[in-house]
C-alpha cells in the first residue's frame, strides 16, 4: 500500500510540473513558444499534433512507470526471500513454462498498446491535407530561406546578431557578431525581443494567421538541416535534392520559436526559426507590405547578402 501511495505521489508531482509550466506561460498573455530556464516538460502545446504527441509521451511514461516498479518489486523480492541466508539449498529447474510465456506475451501485448495509440498520431503526421497556405522552406549554412509560393514573395531569415544582419552602426556602437552585450541587447529591444531571445530571435519571422491549415515543403541548399517548432508538434529533416512536406494548424496567436536541429557546421547553432501567429486581419495586411517588399526576392541575393557580410 506504501508503495502504491508513493508512485502515486510521484507521478501527481510530475503532472503537476507540466500542468504548472503550461499555466505559467498562458498567464504571459501572448504565448511564448520559447525554452524557459529551470523548467521541465513540453512547452505549451500550440496545435493539435503537439497535444497528440504531448499525450502519447505521458502515456507512455505511465507504462514505463509502471514496468520499471515491477521490475524494482521482482528483484527485491527475490534478493530478500531468495539469499544464501533464508534459501539454503536452491531449486536446480532450469525451465519455468508459465513464466516464459507470460514474460513473452506481455512485453508483446504492451507494445501492441503503445503502437495502437502511437500509429495515428504518426499517420496524422505524415498525411498531408490541402493547405491553406503553402511555404517552400529551404535550408542553407547558416539561415532559412522562405517562398510564400501562391502569393509570390521570398525572403530569408537570420539570427539576429549573424553578420549578415549587423550595419556599421552596430559595429560603432559595439556590437559583435553572436555576441550579446549591450549593442546586441538594444538591437534586440528594437526588433521587439528580449535580451532572453537572443540566438532564438531572427530579423525576419514567418508569419501565419491562426486556425489556418499551413503546408511547407522542406529541403536543403548544401548539407541537411531540419525545421522544427517544438511548439508546434513538428520536425522535418531539409533534404539537399529533395522536398519534403509537414503540415500544422495553429490555435493560438504568438510568436514561436525553433532551431535547426539537425547538425549542419560550424554555425549549426545560430540557426533559429521564429514563426508569428497572427489573426486573419493582420496576416492580411503583412500580406500586403510583405508583397512590396519581397516580391522580387529570390535565392540568390541571399547567398550574395552572405558572403558580402562575411
Known amino acids: ?3 502504491h501511495t508513493l508512485w502515486a505521489a510521484l507521478a501527481a508531482s510530475v503532472f503537476a510540473t507540466f500542468a504548472s509550466a503550461g499555466a505559467q506561460a498562458q498567464d504571459k498573455g501572448e504565448l511564448l513558444g520559447a525554452p524557459v530556464s529551470g523548467k521541465m ?90 493547405g491553406d497556405i503553402y511555404i517552400k522552406v ?15 514573395i521570398a525572403f530569408d531569415s537570420y539570427l539576429i546578431g549573424h553578420p549578415a544582419t549587423m550595419t556599421d552602426e552596430d559595429y560603432d556602437a559595439g556590437g559583435k557578431n553572436y555576441v550579446l552585450n549591450d549593442a546586441m541587447r538594444a538591437k534586440l529591444v528594437k526588433a521587439g525581443y528580449s535580451e532572453d531571445q ?24 548544401d548539407v541537411i538541416h531540419s525545421w522544427t517548432i517544438p511548439a ?15 503540415w500544422f494548424k495553429a490555435e493560438k496567436t504568438g510568436t514561436f520559436f525553433g532551431q535547426c536541429s539537425e547538425l549542419c557546421g ?21 500580406l500586403e507590405t510583405a508583397k512590396e517588399l519581397y516580391a522580387s526576392n529570390d535565392t540568390a541575393p541571399s547567398l550574395i547578402k552572405l558572403a558580402s557580410a562575411e
Not at 100 to 107: D, G, I, S
Request: proline share 5%; with cysteine.
Open 41 to 130: 516538460g513540453f512547452q505549451p502545446a500550440a496545435t493539435e499534433l503537439a497535444r497528440d504527441i504531448h499525450g502519447l509521451d505521458h502515456m507512455v511514461l505511465v507504462i514505463i512507470t509502471v514496468i520499471v516498479a515491477l521490475v524494482c518489486a521482482l528483484i527485491l523480492w527475490v534478493i530478500v526471500r531468495y539469499n544464501s541466508k533464508t534459501n539454503k539449498t536452491p531449486a536446480k529447474f532450469t525451465h519455468h513454462t508459465p513464466i516464459e510465456v507470460a514474460w513473452t506475451l506481455v512485453p508483446l501485448l504492451v507494445l501492441v498498446v503503445i503502437g495502437s495509440f502511437s500509429l495515428p498520431v504518426l499517420f496524422k503526421q505524415q498525411e498531408i491535407p490541402e
Open 266 to 286: 560550424k554555425d549549426h547553432a545560430y540557426m533559429p526559426i521564429t514563426v508569428q501567429v497572427v489573426e486573419q486581419d493582420e496576416y492580411d495586411a503583412w
Open 198 to 221: 537572443f540566438l532564438l530571435a531572427t530579423d525576419t519571422k514567418v508569419v501565419v494567421p491562426v486556425g489556418k491549415t499551413i503546408v511547407m515543403g522542406v529541403t536543403g541548399a
Open 1 to 3: 500500500m506504501r508503495t
Open 138 to 152: 529551404t535550408g542553407y549554412q547558416w539561415f532559412w530561406g522562405y517562398e510564400y509560393v501562391d502569393e509570390g
Open 232 to 246: 508546434f508538434g513538428v520536425k522535418q529533416d531539409a533534404v539537399p535534392g529533395r522536398v519534403a512536406e509537414l
